[in-house]
């Protein structure tokens, strides 16, 4: 399956705990001033590759303890992103997934977004807000954006916060 992307970062310590492979996707709506990756923004900009590169890729690291997917914006390529996180899921890896929505906006269109989130072991959600942007925040960017733990948050159909 086709999927756009920015980039991939194959050893990461930054987006989540662990060593992390990354998928930056390509293209966002959100727009967030003082966002860290403008050039993933264009919907058209980016290369389209193979979910099959992806996992090949991912795979070729034995240290690795999950994937990231972060962007540009997520929720707009679930389907391709679902087959990633499925994959990844089911050899016992866990799935990060930034996102500039909030849950309570993913929860509006529950039945578009249901594929990746079950996938996803924690969520970052909210869009980047450059006056509450702070160093101190673990694996976040801005004070308004939460770490949710999202099999807990999905079976008590309420925000569960991940602990890390």
Not at 23 to 52: L, R, W, Y
Not at 158 to 164: P, T
Request: charged share 25%; net charge negative; proline share 4%.
């Amino acid at each position: 399956m086709k999927i756009r992307i920015a980039d991939i970062v194959d050893d990461s310590i930054v987006d989540g705990p662990g060593l992390r492979f990354v998928v930056f996707v390509q293209g966002c709506t959100h727009n967030c001033k003082g966002c860290h990756n403008p050039d993933t923004h264009d919907i058209n900009g980016g290369k389209i590759v193979d979910t099959d590169y992806i996992l090949e890729k991912f795979y070729e690291n034995p240290l690795l303890d999950g994937i990231t997917l972060s962007g540009g914006e997520p929720f707009l390529q679930t389907t391709p992103l679902s087959v990633i996180a499925r994959d990844i899921k089911e050899k016992g890896f866990n799935v990060i997934v930034y996102t500039g929505f909030t849950w309570e906006k993913l929860m509006e269109y529950k039945e578009k977004y249901y594929e990746l989130l079950k996938y996803t072991d924690i969520l970052i959600d909210g869009p980047f807000d450059e006056n509450l942007k702070s160093y101190d925040l673990m694996f976040r960017g801005s004070g308004n954006q939460r770490a949710i733990d999202v099999f807990k948050s999905l079976s008590e159909n309420k925000v569960v916060l991940y602990d890390f």
